[in-house]
């Protein structure tokens, strides 16, 4: 039996995009699923990581990207790093921790 843990919600901050006159920005939450299983030691630890990055990768507009520039400076954004560090502290795992640590986002 799986024992659900619950969901993570990995928040970004947007500002407008390009010719937008609306300077408000906007919370984006995206949700991953995970159990005790994706806890359970380092290599799961890195696959949850994984899923999470991808997840804040999304939050901060990767999936709405067309250019490789856009994708790749959403890459390299503080967006995708605070949302990344964000969900791995609401979890609270200390093997998810180390594997954040081991793995940062490049």
Avoid at 4 to 30: F, I, M, S
Avoid at 32 to 54: M, Q
């Amino acid at each position: 039996m799986v024992i659900a843990l619950g969901l993570v919600l990995l928040l970004a901050l947007h500002g407008p995009a390009r010719g937008q006159d609306d300077p408000a920005e906007k919370t984006v939450a995206v949700r991953v699923a995970y159990d005790a299983a994706d806890l359970r030691d380092a290599a799961h630890a890195r696959r949850l990581l994984a899923r999470l990055d991808h997840a804040a990768l999304v939050a901060c507009g990767d999936d709405h990207a067309s250019l490789d520039v856009l994708r790749a400076a959403i890459a390299r954004s503080d967006c995708r790093r605070r949302s990344l560090s964000q969900a791995v502290a609401r979890i609270g795992a200390p093997v998810l921790d180390v594997a954040l640590r081991d793995n940062p986002p490049t």
